[in-house]
């Protein structure tokens, strides 16, 4: 996207079309407004995870076209609920108050869809239905170091 973006802007620079700049600034816009909408959601889970004893630490994982954290350790059913809902909460937060600050820029569509990511089909929606189910009960925490991952296999 970036090297898109660099491209766009360089020939427009180059060939004297200034709507290629506006482009590549378009694109590195729109890029930001992703890529900070999955880094405000995963910090706010990891926010709300540091809050609560019983997390050992965080597993990341990535690819190509996501990245997520998981806690090691175990907590109540009531904050593994609390941690599902930070990070889309927060996002759309993010997403509110940028819509409030530039409604006319529309960026606000690259947060608000983080909500989906509560539905049961996601992580965030199983985490929350396991923490309302077991609201009072230590709940294991499934995600493993990947040393142990790896010791398992
Ligand atoms: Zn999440």
Redesign the pocket.
């Known amino acids: 996207m970036l090297a898109v973006a660099a491209a766009c802007s360089l020939t427009g620079l180059v060939l004297g079309y200034p709507y290629l700049a506006e482009l590549a600034l378009w694109l590195v816009i729109n890029f930001a407004c992703l890529l900070g909408g999955f880094l405000i959601?995963?910090g706010a889970?990891a926010l709300a995870g540091r809050r609560f004893r019983g997390i050992s630490s965080f597993v990341v994982s990535s690819s190509m076209f996501r990245f997520?954290i998981a806690p090691v350790g175990r907590l109540y059913g009531w904050q593994i609920a609390v941690m599902?809902l930070a990070?889309?909460v927060a996002a759309a937060a993010a997403g509110l108050v940028l819509w409030a600050a530039v409604p006319g820029l529309l960026l606000h569509w690259w947060f608000w869809p983080h909500l989906v990511?509560l539905a049961p089909l996601f992580?965030?929606g199983r985490s929350l239905v396991v923490g309302i189910r077991h609201w009072s009960a230590r709940v294991p925490l499934h995600a493993q170091p990947p040393e142990a991952a790896g010791e398992a296999q």
């Open positions: 959601h995963e889970h997520s599902a990070g889309p990511f992580g965030d």
